[in-house]
């Protein structure tokens, strides 16, 4: 692939993920931080279990920085947590039905937004870079 086809294809990536983000921000729901929202994503995306010890090390910060998204996240009922039965020290961050009813509205949001770009309908993005 040429670099010239590359930029064309993260432009269009950047478009993408901006037609979601807005469509987000104009909706109801959460208006989550960038990290709240990988942390989310880790924990659906990625099989389980998932740690606190186990987050801080995958985004490369300290555990108590993914403590309080989890106190977010958790307060808006998008994740659990609960100790570990096996070993009291870990925490594990669980999945909610209402989170994945967060990420299959996001994931609406996405497909909303790849469909306005193929029909051409974005072009907010045509004096970037």
Do not use: C
Not at 27 to 47: A, E, F, K, N, W
Not at 72 to 96: C, E, F, H, S, Y
């Amino acid at each position: 692939m040429s670099g010239s086809a590359r930029g064309d294809e993260t432009r269009q990536l950047l478009h993408l993920w901006r037609g979601a983000l807005l469509a987000s921000v104009k909706g109801s729901g959460p208006d989550l931080s960038t990290r709240q929202m990988t942390i989310l994503l880790t924990v659906y995306l990625d099989d389980p279990p998932h740690t606190v010890r186990g987050l801080a090390a995958e985004l490369g910060v300290a555990k108590p920085v993914v403590t309080r998204a989890l106190d977010t996240l958790g307060r808006r009922g998008l994740l659990k947590r609960r100790r570990d039965p096996a070993d009291r020290r870990n925490v594990l961050v669980q999945r909610t039905v209402k989170g994945a009813v967060f990420l299959s509205e996001f994931e609406d949001l996405i497909t909303r937004s790849r469909l306005r770009l193929d029909d051409g309908a974005d072009a907010g993005l045509a004096d970037f870079g």
